[in-house]
Structure formats: structure tokens, C-alpha cells
């Protein structure tokens, strides 16, 4: 007999009758929430191995993938708040295990698998992604020797970023203390697992963005350590992060993660790589017995130098003395033509002054006397008046000749003087010259002018 569903019990898969008999109905919710609870009571949590075929982020933070070989394609997501966790950095291509529980996608009658854990699958898939991240850094010049910065030969103070319970930062502190005591600046961070590498980058920056003489000393050179470990240890000096912050220190930079053998892309990008975190220590500063010993051997040879330099000096003087001979013969000489010189002077000079006084008296024998000067002068301003005197009256009687008889000229041609003769000048009211009788018309109020007087006249 088939068996019936309860009433207080929701139907299941396993409870349809066998073939022939009279199956149970089902809504499409009522067997989407069978099949749904179907798949994740049997595969509650699997690990799925594939390649990642796509790979979207979207803006929620959620991450869409799919994973795929050679025979399907299981659809995927990460949910936000375990995007953050995963490790790695999901990328297309990408050969992968995750870790995660299969459940079904009712909307669309789809089945995905929610990932909770992903790692690289295999070693070699992991070494060839940091080998495409290692061309795509390089290919960005972040390795590019260029770059590279010098340490400084003595740095004040050591800036360590590491984890602060390791062995590496008791290394690097007794390797210090040994070889030249320094100031020490820790940055503690984790050096592996999840966040690690947001810790490192941000340790390098802080570092960086220090400033020059603030409460908190700016270090004069880095050192980023942590000790042996699997590749996947290691990871966390891989990332792009981590990278990018060590190559855009502006403080100079040794990278010591790992044993000799071991080497990770923080490597390329510091500014000197040191194949244990002991040997940082030895790089960053010298040996000061060392030191020492060689500013001792500086000063004995600086002072040997100096002797030597006295001693040649001495005997190149005493060269210098055989072949000048004894100064007061070379003086000799020299005196007796200054005698000489002084006894010729006076004589010199009197000869000098002789010559000079008479060539005064020829050139003023030569010389007039200033009462003539001034006479002549005064002679010849009164011949200039005179003549100006002269000049005005004859200028002045040419201009009253000319004015007179062009005065007579404008008389003789003036209208009235020809009224003198008989004649009269006819105007009309407004003043104009009436010279035909063309030019008046009947009813006009003319003017008369004669040589005596006007009179009013009308036309007719």
C-alpha cells in the first residue's frame, strides 16, 4: 500500500506511491522547498575542485563565479561577508578547491554552490599565478633597478615591521645589539593567514608618512621579515598590496621573508634583498669594532702622511736655501743702487721744478690782462647796441612807408570812395548789393546810399 502524506508532516520525495498507484500532488513552492532540502541535507558540505570560468564582483560585494572542467559548470557565489576571508583573490583561470554547501536558487529552478572556503589547487597552480602576477608587476616597472634606493651607511633608527612574538624580530634585535646599537621602531603585524597582507602594506606606509623630526622618529631605513614557511605561508609578501606599498616607499626598504631559498615578490620590489632577516640586520648597519678599528688605522695613517709631509717639505726648503744662497749678498747690490737713486733725486727734482716754472712765466707773458678783456667786451656791446638802435629805426620807418601806401591803395579801391563821385549804392532789406533791376521786384523798400547820407526809396 502507498503511503499517505501526515497532516502535521510536509510531504517528501521518498513519500510518492510506486508506479500505478495515485501519486501525490504538489505545488511547484511545496516541491522547489523539497528539493532544496533535499540537496542541502545531502550535501550540507562538499569540496569542489575546478577552474574559475568567470568571475564577476558586484557592487553589493558579493562574488558570482563559475566553476568548470572538462564536462560542466557548476554556477557559484561568495557571499560579502566572506569575500573578505577567502585568502586569495578570486581570478579567471584560476584552478581552485572551495570548500562550501550546495543549495537550490528556487526563482530560476537553478542549483549553485555557496562557497565558504577556496584555496589554490595544487602547488603548481599557485606558482604559476605568482609567476603572472611577477610579469604583470614587472611589466609595470615596480622592479625596475632604476628605482632601486642605497641604505644609508649608519641610519639612526630602524623601523622592523614582523610579528612581535617571532623569533625573527629576537634575531634581528640581538644581531643589532651585537653589531652597532640602534634605535628600534617595531611595527607589529601578522606575517601570515587572513589580513595579513593589509597589515604589512599599511605598516610600510605608516612608516612612510612619518614626519621629519615629529614626536614619533621617521625611520632611515625599513626592514620587512618574517621567517621560513610553506609557499602558502608566504603568500601574504605575494600580494599586489603588499608590493605596490614596497616599492612606493620613499624610505629605503629590506625585504628578509623566508630562509636563502625562499623568494617572494616583495623581493623584487625592495631595495635590497636579504636572504635571512640575521642578514638584514647585518645590512643595515656596520660592525662598530669594526668601525672603529678602521677610524684607529685612518688617524695613524693620516698622521704617518703629515710626518712624511713635514719631512719632504723640510728637505725641499733646505734645497730651495743651497740654491738661493745668503740673502744679504743678494741685498747688496740692491742697497747700493737705492743710495744712489736717492742722492740723484733732489737734483731731479730741482731740475724738474726749473723747467716747469719757466714754462709757466713763457705761457703767461702770452696771457692778456683780464682790464683789457673786459674793455674790449665792453667796446664791442656798445657797437651792438648802436647797431640795434640803427637797425629798429630803419625797420620801423620801412613798415610805416609800406602801411601808408597800402592805406592810400585800400582808399582808391573802397565803394565809398567812388560815391565821392557821383555814384550811389542800392541795397535792399536785408543788405544785399542791387547791381540790375532784375533783382527788385515791385512793392520793394530799397536803401540809397550816397556819399553823404541813405534814403529809404520803394518800387514801383
Given amino acids: 500500500m502507498p503511503r499517505t502524506p501526515s497532516k502535521n508532516t510536509a510531504p517528501s520525495l521518498f513519500d510518492a506511491p510506486r508506479p500505478g498507484s495515485n501519486l501525490p500532488e ?48 557548476l554556477a557559484s557565489v561568495v557571499w560579502r561577508g566572506q569575500a573578505g576571508k577567502l585568502g586569495i583573490k578570486p581570478e579567471v583561470g584560476m584552478e581552485v578547491v572551495c570548500t562550501g554547501r550546495l543549495t537550490t536558487f528556487a526563482g530560476q529552478s537553478k542549483y549553485q554552490l555557496v562557497i565558504e572556503g577556496m584555496a589554490l589547487a595544487g602547488i603548481g597552480a599557485l606558482l604559476k599565478l605568482l609567476e ?42 640581538h644581531r643589532l645589539a651585537d653589531r652597532f646599537p640602534r634605535r628600534v621602531l617595531v611595527w607589529p603585524v601578522a606575517v601570515q593567514g587572513e589580513g595579513a597582507a593589509q597589515q604589512i602594506a599599511k605598516a610600510i606606509d605608516g612608516f612612510n608618512a612619518l614626519p621629519e623630526g615629529g614626536v614619533v622618529p621617521r625611520p632611515d631605513v625599513l626592514i620587512v621579515a618574517r621567517g621560513g614557511g610553506s609557499v602558502e605561508d608566504l603568500m601574504p609578501f605575494n600580494e599586489e598590496i603588499v608590493v605596490r606599498a614596497a616599492a612606493a616607499s620613499g624610505i629605503p626598504l629590506i625585504s628578509a621573508v623566508g630562509h636563502e631559498t625562499d623568494t617572494t615578490l616583495i623581493d623584487y620590489a625592495s631595495d ?13 648597519v656596520p660592525v662598530r669594532a669594526d668601525l672603529l678599528a678602521q677610524i684607529a688605522d685612518d688617524d695613524l695613517r693620516l698622521h704617518q702622511a703629515m710626518r712624511r709631509m713635514v719631512v719632504e717639505r723640510r728637505e725641499k726648503l733646505a734645497m730651495l736655501a743651497r740654491a738661493l744662497g745668503d740673502p744679504a749678498r743678494a741685498l747688496e747690490p740692491l742697497m747700493q743702487r737705492l743710495d744712489e737713486r736717492a742722492a740723484r733725486l733732489p737734483l731731479a727734482w730741482r731740475g724738474y721744478a726749473e723747467r716747469r716754472i719757466g714754462r709757466v712765466k713763457e705761457l703767461g707773458g702770452k696771457l692778456r690782462h683780464p682790464r683789457d678783456i673786459i674793455r674790449l667786451a665792453a667796446e664791442r656791446l656798445l657797437g651792438l647796441d648802436h647797431k640795434r638802435q640803427t637797425g629798429w629805426r630803419e625797420l620801423f620807418l620801412r613798415r610805416q612807408h609800406r602801411l601808408e601806401t597800402v592805406g592810400n591803395a585800400l582808399g582808391h579801391l573802397s565803394p565809398r570812395a567812388v560815391l565821392g563821385r557821383g555814384y550811389a549804392l542800392v541795397q535792399d532789406a536785408s543788405g544785399k548789393v542791387i547791381t540790375s533791376p532784375a533783382q527788385a521786384k515791385s512793392g520793394d523798400r530799397l536803401s540809397i546810399e550816397f556819399q553823404d547820407g541813405k534814403l529809404g526809396v520803394g518800387v514801383e
Fill in 132 to 173: 603572472e602576477r611577477k610579469k604583470k608587476l614587472a611589466a609595470e616597472g615596480l622592479f625596475d633597478p632604476a628605482r632601486k634606493q642605497l641604505l644609508p651607511y649608519l641610519p639612526e633608527v630602524i623601523g622592523v615591521v614582523t610579528s612581535p612574538t617571532g623569533a625573527v624580530i629576537r634575531d634581528i634585535l
Fill in 272 to 284: 635590497v634583498r636579504a636572504p635571512t632577516p640575521t642578514a638584514a640586520a647585518e645590512m643595515a
Fill in 26 to 73: 504538489f505545488s511547484v513552492g511545496d516541491l522547489s522547498k523539497l528539493v532544496k532540502k533535499t540537496m542541502e541535507d545531502a550535501f550540507g558540505q562538499v569540496r569542489v575542485r575546478g577552474e574559475i570560468g568567470t568571475c564577476t564582483h558586484h557592487s553589493n560585494g558579493h562574488i558570482y563565479i563559475t566553476l568548470k572542467d572538462e564536462d560542466a559548470i
